[in-house]
Protein backbone atom coordinates (compact mmCIF):
# COMPACT_ATOMS: atom_id res chain seq x y z
CA UNK A 1 0.00 0.00 0.00
CA UNK A 2 1.57 3.06 -0.91
CA UNK A 3 0.66 6.48 1.13
CA UNK A 4 3.05 8.63 -0.51
CA UNK A 5 3.83 9.92 -4.40
CA UNK A 6 6.56 11.93 -4.94
CA UNK A 7 6.69 14.15 -7.67
CA UNK A 8 8.81 14.59 -9.98
CA UNK A 9 10.37 11.17 -10.37
CA UNK A 10 13.77 12.25 -11.06
CA UNK A 11 15.56 15.60 -11.36
CA UNK A 12 18.13 17.18 -12.94
CA UNK A 13 19.85 20.60 -12.60
CA UNK A 14 23.14 22.98 -11.97
CA UNK A 15 24.90 23.35 -8.51
CA UNK A 16 23.67 26.50 -7.30
CA UNK A 17 20.19 25.99 -8.26
CA UNK A 18 17.00 25.37 -6.10
CA UNK A 19 15.36 22.48 -6.01
CA UNK A 20 11.64 21.40 -5.08
CA UNK A 21 10.09 17.93 -4.72
CA UNK A 22 6.61 17.04 -3.76
CA UNK A 23 5.07 14.73 -2.18
CA UNK A 24 1.38 14.06 -1.60
CA UNK A 25 -0.82 11.69 0.67
CA UNK A 26 -3.90 10.04 0.65
CA UNK A 27 -5.38 9.78 4.60
CA UNK A 28 -4.80 11.90 7.46
CA UNK A 29 -1.42 12.11 9.06
CA UNK A 30 -0.32 13.61 12.05
CA UNK A 31 3.39 13.93 10.79
CA UNK A 32 5.00 13.62 7.88
CA UNK A 33 8.84 12.74 7.34
CA UNK A 34 11.81 13.23 4.43
CA UNK A 35 14.62 10.77 4.30
CA UNK A 36 17.48 10.93 1.90
CA UNK A 37 18.75 8.02 0.49
CA UNK A 38 22.78 8.06 -1.68
CA UNK A 39 23.06 5.44 -3.82
CA UNK A 40 23.12 2.17 -2.36
CA UNK A 41 23.12 3.11 1.38
CA UNK A 42 20.91 3.15 3.63
CA UNK A 43 17.97 6.10 4.03
CA UNK A 44 18.77 9.01 6.63
CA UNK A 45 16.40 11.01 7.90
CA UNK A 46 16.01 14.90 7.01
CA UNK A 47 13.16 16.66 8.46
CA UNK A 48 10.03 15.98 10.04
CA UNK A 49 7.21 18.31 10.04
CA UNK A 50 3.80 17.61 12.41
CA UNK A 51 0.29 18.14 11.39
CA UNK A 52 -0.66 21.71 12.84
CA UNK A 53 2.92 23.13 11.31
CA UNK A 54 2.93 24.47 7.70
CA UNK A 55 6.33 24.93 7.36
CA UNK A 56 9.68 24.23 8.43
CA UNK A 57 13.62 25.10 7.89
CA UNK A 58 16.63 22.94 8.46
CA UNK A 59 20.30 24.37 6.98
CA UNK A 60 19.13 24.90 3.48
CA UNK A 61 15.96 22.41 3.67
CA UNK A 62 12.82 23.97 3.75
CA UNK A 63 9.87 21.69 3.89
CA UNK A 64 5.98 22.79 3.53
CA UNK A 65 2.91 20.67 4.59
CA UNK A 66 -0.70 21.96 3.10
CA UNK A 67 -3.09 19.21 5.21
CA UNK A 68 -5.91 20.52 3.23
CA UNK A 69 -4.16 19.22 -0.22
CA UNK A 70 -2.59 16.56 1.56
CA UNK A 71 0.73 17.81 0.00
CA UNK A 72 4.09 18.61 1.07
CA UNK A 73 7.05 19.82 -0.44
CA UNK A 74 11.10 19.69 0.00
CA UNK A 75 12.64 22.85 -1.05
CA UNK A 76 16.75 22.39 -1.25
CA UNK A 77 18.30 26.03 -1.67
CA UNK A 78 21.96 26.65 -3.35
CA UNK A 79 22.22 22.61 -4.35
CA UNK A 80 25.34 20.78 -4.44
CA UNK A 81 27.10 18.31 -6.12
CA UNK A 82 26.57 16.28 -2.67
CA UNK A 83 23.07 17.09 -2.87
CA UNK A 84 22.50 13.96 -5.23
CA UNK A 85 20.38 11.57 -3.79
CA UNK A 86 17.06 10.19 -3.81
CA UNK A 87 14.26 11.86 -1.91
CA UNK A 88 11.67 9.74 -0.32
CA UNK A 89 8.41 10.83 2.24
CA UNK A 90 7.09 9.03 4.72
CA UNK A 91 3.65 9.00 6.61
CA UNK A 92 2.30 7.19 9.64
CA UNK A 93 0.58 3.81 9.23
CA UNK A 94 -1.29 1.84 10.87
CA UNK A 95 0.44 2.18 14.16
CA UNK A 96 1.99 5.18 15.14
CA UNK A 97 5.59 3.68 14.15
CA UNK A 98 5.14 2.32 11.09
CA UNK A 99 5.80 4.02 8.36
CA UNK A 100 5.29 4.30 4.71
CA UNK A 101 7.65 5.58 1.61
CA UNK A 102 6.87 6.56 -1.75
CA UNK A 103 9.12 6.19 -4.32
CA UNK A 104 11.04 8.62 -4.46
CA UNK A 105 12.34 11.66 -6.52
CA UNK A 106 16.15 11.30 -7.71
CA UNK A 107 17.98 14.47 -7.68
CA UNK A 108 21.33 14.80 -9.73
CA UNK A 109 23.26 18.49 -9.08
CA UNK A 110 25.57 18.50 -11.77
CA UNK A 111 28.89 20.33 -10.48
CA UNK B 1 24.34 4.73 8.82
CA UNK B 2 23.81 5.01 12.76
CA UNK B 3 24.40 2.26 15.24
CA UNK B 4 22.88 -0.19 13.41
CA UNK B 5 24.56 -2.51 11.32
CA UNK B 6 24.03 -4.64 8.13
CA UNK B 7 26.09 -7.93 7.20
CA UNK B 8 26.82 -9.08 4.79
CA UNK B 9 26.62 -5.72 2.24
CA UNK B 10 26.28 -8.26 -0.58
CA UNK B 11 25.49 -11.58 -0.52
CA UNK B 12 24.64 -14.17 -3.49
CA UNK B 13 22.36 -17.52 -3.01
CA UNK B 14 21.37 -20.32 -5.44
CA UNK B 15 17.81 -20.56 -5.85
CA UNK B 16 15.91 -23.21 -3.24
CA UNK B 17 18.52 -21.84 -0.59
CA UNK B 18 16.99 -20.41 2.59
CA UNK B 19 19.50 -17.04 3.61
CA UNK B 20 19.43 -15.56 6.63
CA UNK B 21 20.45 -11.24 7.03
CA UNK B 22 21.56 -10.17 9.80
CA UNK B 23 20.69 -6.97 11.60
CA UNK B 24 21.83 -5.32 14.76
CA UNK B 25 21.57 -2.10 16.30
CA UNK B 26 23.10 -0.36 19.52
CA UNK B 27 20.63 2.17 19.83
CA UNK B 28 18.72 0.78 22.75
CA UNK B 29 15.54 1.29 20.31
CA UNK B 30 12.59 -0.74 21.03
CA UNK B 31 11.53 -1.47 17.12
CA UNK B 32 12.50 -2.93 14.69
CA UNK B 33 11.71 -3.25 10.86
CA UNK B 34 12.95 -4.98 7.66
CA UNK B 35 12.61 -3.08 4.09
CA UNK B 36 12.90 -4.34 0.47
CA UNK B 37 14.08 -1.87 -2.25
CA UNK B 38 13.82 -3.06 -5.77
CA UNK B 39 15.59 -0.67 -8.07
CA UNK B 40 14.15 2.68 -8.80
CA UNK B 41 11.00 1.83 -6.51
CA UNK B 42 10.40 3.22 -2.11
CA UNK B 43 10.99 1.00 0.55
CA UNK B 44 8.10 -2.22 1.17
CA UNK B 45 7.68 -3.62 4.69
CA UNK B 46 8.31 -6.73 4.80
CA UNK B 47 8.08 -7.56 8.91
CA UNK B 48 8.21 -5.23 12.02
CA UNK B 49 8.85 -5.44 15.82
CA UNK B 50 7.74 -3.69 18.41
CA UNK B 51 9.25 -5.22 21.62
CA UNK B 52 11.45 -8.87 21.98
CA UNK B 53 9.76 -11.69 21.09
CA UNK B 54 7.31 -10.03 19.40
CA UNK B 55 6.72 -8.86 15.66
CA UNK B 56 3.96 -8.37 12.60
CA UNK B 57 3.87 -8.64 9.29
CA UNK B 58 3.94 -5.88 6.97
CA UNK B 59 3.00 -5.52 3.23
CA UNK B 60 5.00 -8.61 2.11
CA UNK B 61 5.82 -10.78 4.42
CA UNK B 62 4.99 -14.30 2.35
CA UNK B 63 8.31 -15.71 1.58
CA UNK B 64 10.32 -14.39 4.83
CA UNK B 65 10.75 -15.12 8.21
CA UNK B 66 12.01 -12.92 11.43
CA UNK B 67 12.70 -13.83 15.25
CA UNK B 68 13.51 -11.19 17.59
CA UNK B 69 14.81 -13.24 20.73
CA UNK B 70 17.38 -10.48 21.70
CA UNK B 71 16.34 -6.43 22.10
CA UNK B 72 19.75 -6.05 19.79
CA UNK B 73 18.93 -7.97 17.03
CA UNK B 74 16.52 -8.47 14.19
CA UNK B 75 17.64 -10.97 11.51
CA UNK B 76 15.63 -11.75 8.63
CA UNK B 77 15.26 -14.92 6.80
CA UNK B 78 14.50 -15.50 2.83
CA UNK B 79 12.97 -18.69 2.05
CA UNK B 80 13.03 -20.68 -0.70
CA UNK B 81 9.26 -19.69 -0.88
CA UNK B 82 10.03 -16.07 -1.92
CA UNK B 83 9.33 -16.21 -5.50
CA UNK B 84 11.58 -13.04 -6.09
CA UNK B 85 14.12 -12.93 -3.57
CA UNK B 86 16.92 -10.47 -5.06
CA UNK B 87 16.77 -7.03 -3.84
CA UNK B 88 18.32 -4.82 -2.08
CA UNK B 89 16.97 -5.30 1.77
CA UNK B 90 16.83 -2.51 4.36
CA UNK B 91 16.46 -2.81 8.60
CA UNK B 92 15.62 0.32 10.35
CA UNK B 93 15.38 0.56 14.26
CA UNK B 94 13.29 3.45 15.60
CA UNK B 95 12.77 6.18 18.21
CA UNK B 96 10.62 7.96 19.75
CA UNK B 97 10.69 11.84 18.51
CA UNK B 98 10.67 14.85 20.81
CA UNK B 99 7.43 15.74 18.34
CA UNK B 100 5.98 12.68 19.40
CA UNK B 101 6.19 10.55 15.84
CA UNK B 102 8.60 7.96 15.06
CA UNK B 103 12.10 8.35 13.42
CA UNK B 104 13.62 5.82 12.07
CA UNK B 105 17.07 5.09 11.78
CA UNK B 106 18.77 2.63 8.89
CA UNK B 107 21.41 0.24 8.64
CA UNK B 108 23.72 0.50 5.18
CA UNK B 109 21.60 -2.36 3.49
CA UNK B 110 22.31 -5.78 2.47
CA UNK B 111 21.84 -6.60 -1.91
CA UNK B 112 21.23 -10.19 -2.14
CA UNK B 113 21.18 -11.71 -5.57
CA UNK B 114 19.62 -15.06 -6.09
CA UNK B 115 20.86 -16.70 -9.22
Avoid at chain 1, 21 to 32: G, V
Avoid at chain 1, 34 to 39: A, I, L, T, V
Avoid at chain 1, 82 to 94: I, L, M, Q, R, V
Wanted: charged letters at 20%; proline letters at 4%; hydrophobic letters at 30%.
Amino acid sequence: SQQGEEDPQALSIQEGENATMNCSYKTSINNLQWYRQNSGRGLVHLILIRSNEREKHSGRLRVTLDTSKKSSSLLITASRAADTASYFCATPSGGYNKLIFGAGTRLAVHP
Amino acid sequence: DGGITQSPKYLFRKEGQNVTLSCEQNLNHDAMYWYRQDPGQGLRLIYYSQIVNDFQKGDIAEGYSVSREKKESFPLTVTSAQKNPTAFYLCASSILHSSGAYEQYFGPGTRLTVT
